[in-house]
């Protein structure tokens, strides 16, 4: 897939978006304030929908000391190799260790270490998708480097690399989320 033609359909979904927001269909939080606040569901939806274009992507979340963002990572040939670097350097007894004292202390035992100890590795060039960066938190505060670019398609720049990487997950769905794909889509 050409740069463009992803960019057009990523495009063409953030604006869908913002149609139906000026036009107040998402009644509840965190869509009635796009793009404030909902960037992880914002991901999950668009994830979905250029899933069903042939674009596979996972959802990348990740957290400062402030807040959390999370954005699309392109689920390439790229991504996958990071991942089988990381595997083959992890050290899995290390991971059974954390899992067994997280057991020890009542966490459940289904949460578990991710098992590759430096996310922000598998990233390493990466294409990353981010249609919410343009949040207020973001373009007023200098920490951010007051950024404002509301779509964003490229490798890990310097915001993105503010956040350390929590999980790389396969889009989430739910009823809730279904129903704000289903509004968004009748804006495309």
């Not at 604006?15 to 009644?27: L, M, P, S, T, V």
């Not at 668009?46 to 999370?70: C, M, P």
């Not at 981010?130 to 404002?148: A, H, V």
Request: aromatic residues 14%.
């Amino acid at each position: 897939m050409i740069e463009s033609e992803l960019y057009y359909l990523v495009k063409s979904y953030r604006d869908a978006i913002e149609q139906a927001h000026k036009k107040n269909r998402f009644c509840k939080w965190p869509f009635n304030q796009f793009p404030e606040a909902c960037c992880g569901q914002a991901s999950d939806i668009l994830a979905r929908f250029l899933g069903e274009q042939g674009i596979y992507t996972k959802v990348v979340s990740g957290s400062d000391s402030n807040t959390t963002h999370a954005w699309l990572v392109l689920d390439d040939s790229i991504l996958q190799k990071n991942i089988q670097r990381a595997e083959e350097a992890t050290d899995y007894e290390e991971v059974n260790k954390m899992n067994r004292i997280l057991e020890v202390y009542g966490y459940n035992k289904e949460i578990n270490i991710y098992p590759y100890c430096d996310l922000d590795s598998i990233l390493r060039g990466c294409t990353i998708i981010d249609i919410t960066g343009s949040q207020s938190q973001f373009r007023l505060d200098s920490k951010y480097f007051n950024y404002n670019i509301p779509i964003y398609i490229g490798e890990m720049d310097d915001f993105h690399n503010l956040f350390d990487i929590n999980s790389i997950n396969e889009f989430r769905n739910d009823d809730k989320l279904d129903n704000i794909y289903r509004i968004v889509q009748q804006y495309l």
